[in-house]
């Protein structure tokens, strides 16, 4: 099992740019995640999807879109990147227990930078 | 509104020695207590997971226990090594399945020195 796969791994953009990061799964989980993380700030949620074709905006959705194309692919969009958007983006997939006590897999993350 | 913090925000150990992490965390209701590692330039990996009634994990070298009174967490790492130079974040969950339910701490980044 490959886990969590994200590409690319690395993206430098424009200010106004355009670009979509790739995430897929292949645990069969239901609920996938994207963040991001800056220096000082740890993880902050950005959208979730608890299935196939549903999707909620987490902490800091604003400036990104996402598709959940299926069970496998979560995919997140810039429309018109920020310097501010300068980050490092995971993506992460979450088993769903009875009991409750789930695990997060994250995957190697995207460095992207805007200038 | 729930929180989780972590001390010290960085540290410095020679290899060999020993260090002990906090969490301390005011998520109400509580489910669990989750501390991941992670590497530079990669995703965090989960270390130990503990619940409400279990005060100890240990995963190797690394020990963590829960006073679930205090709302306060620890992570020990013994005989350091050079592998474990990472950031550590403490994440809490509470009951149920949605996003909302994990609060994530900021990290603290530790730096083994040989």
């Known amino acids: 099992n490959a886990g969590v796969t994200q590409t690319p791994k690395f993206q430098v953009l424009k200010t106004g740019q355009s670009m979509t990061l790739q995430c897929a799964q292949d645990?069969?989980?239901?609920?996938m995640y994207w963040y991001r993380q800056d220096p000082g700030m740890g993880l902050r949620l950005i959208y979730y999807?608890?299935?196939?074709?549903?999707?909620d905006k987490g902490e800091v959705p604003n400036g990104y879109n996402v598709s959940r194309l299926n069970k496998r692919e979560f995919s997140l969009r810039l429309e018109s990147a920020a310097p501010s958007q300068t980050s490092v983006y995971f993506c992460?997939?979450?088993?769903?227990?009875?009991?409750?006590?789930?695990?997060?897999?994250f995957g190697p993350g995207t460095r992207l930078t805007v200038l | 509104k729930n929180q989780v913090e972590q001390s010290p925000q960085s540290l410095i150990i020679l290899e060999g020695k020993n260090c002990t992490l906090q969490?301390?965390?005011?998520?109400?209701?509580?489910?669990?207590l989750r501390w991941y590692k992670q590497d530079t330039g990669r995703g965090p990996v989960s270390l130990t997971i503990?619940?409400?009634?279990?005060n100890t994990k240990s995963n190797g070298r690394y020990t963590a226990t829960l006073d679930a009174d205090t709302k306060q967490s620890s992570l020990h790492i013994t005989a350091s090594q050079l592998s474990d130079s990472a950031s550590y974040i403490c994440?809490?969950?509470?009951?149920?399945?949605?996003?909302?339910?994990?609060?994530f701490g900021k990290g603290t980044m530790l730096l083994v020195s040989p």
């Open positions: 992460a997939s979450r088993t769903e227990r009875l009991d409750h006590i789930n695990e997060q897999f």
């Open positions: 994440v809490v969950s509470a009951p149920g399945s949605g996003y909302s339910t994990l609060t």
């Open positions: 999807s608890a299935s196939e074709g549903t999707t």
């Open positions: 645990m069969n989980h239901n609920s």
């Open positions: 969490c301390n965390y005011t998520v109400s209701p509580f489910s669990n």
């Open positions: 503990m619940t409400f009634s279990e």
